[in-house]
């Protein structure tokens, strides 16, 4: 029953510094997603990824890359952290990305760079 | 544009009360709707959702909503809080052509309960 699994679940960065945030789900879902939640902000959605060797930008993609070797896992790099990018990152999946479909969220990551 | 409007950041209800947390959309076709639910430290949880049909959806928890066309609003209800529901409250958007399962969100509604 783990679902979506995201880890760490706190980091503290300095700028410039790079780090990867990672994500694994055991749902075998296709789609995965990335969003991040300023305070007072909805989610908006950085990356997502529609199967395996496929990827795309959503809403904020700058300063951020992903990449998806395996239907499993769909990892975030930040390659040089800025202040901006302090915020909680969500990772999500399911099973077809049809627009209607719940979709599985992992327990986020709060990220701090100072 | 696709956009989610929840007017109230936070609202505090007493334990037992009713309880009504608002949510208008902008959207260019009928869309599909859902409210999650976020615990602290947790990530968010599906309440319920409306795809057609009955305009009046239930789901988990004892908390339904309201689908209004011509209102372009999506309310959700409870008709007696408890201490439990105390959360963050998100109204999200999504579309019926997508197949990205992208969906837009609203700010979010934090409430408080008080016992």
């Known amino acids: 029953n783990a679902g979506v699994t995201q880890t760490p679940k706190f980091r503290i960065l300095k700028i410039g510094q790079s780090m990867t945030l990672q994500c694994t789900q055991d749902m075998n879902h296709n789609y995965m997603y990335w969003y991040r939640q300023d305070p007072g902000m909805g989610l908006k959605l950085i990356y997502y990824s529609v199967g395996a060797g496929i990827t795309d930008k959503g809403e904020v993609p700058n300063g951020y890359n992903v990449s998806r070797s395996t239907t499993e896992d769909f990892p975030l790099r930040l390659e040089l952290a800025a202040p901006s990018q302090t915020s909680v990152y969500f990772c999500?999946?399911?099973?077809?990305?049809?627009?209607?479909?719940?979709?599985?969220f992992g327990s986020g990551t709060q990220l701090s760079v100072l | 544009a696709q956009s989610v409007t929840q007017p109230d950041i936070h609202i505090t209800v007493s334990e037992g009360a009713s309880l009504e947390l608002r949510c208008n959309y902008s959207y260019g076709a009928t869309p599909y709707l859902f409210w999650y639910v976020q615990s602290p430290g947790q990530g968010l949880q599906l309440l319920l959702k409306?795809?057609?049909?009955?305009?009046l959806v239930q789901g988990i928890k004892g908390f339904e909503a309201e689908f209004k066309r011509s209102q372009s609003s999506f309310n959700l209800r409870k008709p007696s809080v408890h201490w439990s529901d105390a959360a963050e409250y998100f109204c999200?958007?999504?579309?019926?052509?997508?197949?990205?399962?992208?969906?837009?969100f609203g700010r979010g509604t934090q409430l408080t309960v008080w016992p």
């Open positions: 409306y795809f057609s049909g009955d305009t």
């Open positions: 999200a958007v999504g579309g019926r052509g997508s197949t990205l399962g992208r969906l837009y």
């Open positions: 999500a999946s399911s099973p077809s990305g049809l627009g209607g479909e719940k979709l599985f």
